[in-house]
T-cell receptor, first 113, second 110 residues
């Protein structure tokens, strides 16, 4: 089983719908992250969480919200999806020390029509 | 975030070594050098990281210049599965995000 699991892997939905992307990890890491990747571009940070009670906005948080239900679970919600939120979404985890690597899930491909 | 510079693309042959360069002339003393790769339709995968000394793991080796202004990721014996985009990233204290540049697209010929 993968250490970082994202569900669903693919989703097609309509403008205005509420969408939730889920991430769970078995690595025991405190820190979790949500990124999005657009074609030809690098990853951009949406939100990150240092633990269940510590959630922080990243560089592109507008239009998104998150929930850290447990150490192992971190969900990303699009309250009212719009077409320019069509992208690949990745969840990642890391240990506490800043130089430790991040470990990524396989991503959710989200299309908003 | 300190900037890294990598070639846009490189090509190599299967079973040969590959040396992927990265320049980071503005690196600070506490920046770690990280390498990730991203295979098609997958999330980024951690490869290796180091601070000053050369590092080896089961996937690759990382050679860091003495002045730390450049580094080289070495794949000792490339396979077709190593075809991916490779990213060199500097990770400093307080930086929560990984800044992925354009990376180097590595093609492996059979």
């Amino acid at each position: 089983d993968a250490d970082v699991t994202q569900t669903p892997r693919n989703r097609i939905t309509k403008t205005g719908k509420r969408i939730m992307l889920e991430c769970s990890q078995t690595k025991g890491h405190d820190r979790m992250y949500w990124y999005r990747q657009d074609p030809g571009l690098g990853l951009r940070l949406i939100y990150y969480s240092f633990d269940v009670k510590d959630i922080n906005k990243g560089e592109i948080s507008d239009g998104y919200s998150v929930s850290r239900q447990a150490q192992a679970k971190f969900s990303l919600s699009l309250e009212s999806a719009i077409p320019n939120q069509t992208a690949l979404y990745f969840c990642a985890t890391s240990d506490r020390l800043y130089y430790q690597p991040q470990h990524f899930g396989d991503g959710t491909r989200l299309s908003i029509l | 975030d300190a900037k890294t510079t990598q070639p846009n693309s490189m090509e190599s042959n299967e079973e040969e070594p590959v040396h992927l360069p990265c320049n980071h002339s503005t690196i600070s003393g506490t920046d770690y050098i990280h390498w990730y790769r991203q295979l098609p339709s997958q999330g980024p995968e951690y490869v290796i990281h180091g601070l000053t000394s050369n590092v080896n793991n089961r996937m690759a080796s990382l050679a860091i210049a003495e002045d730390r202004k450049s580094s080289t990721l070495i794949l000792h014996r490339a396979t077709l599965r190593d075809a991916a985009v490779y990213y060199c990233i500097l990770r400093g204290g307080g930086a929560q995000k990984l800044v992925f540049g354009q990376g180097t697209r590595l093609t492996i010929n059979p």
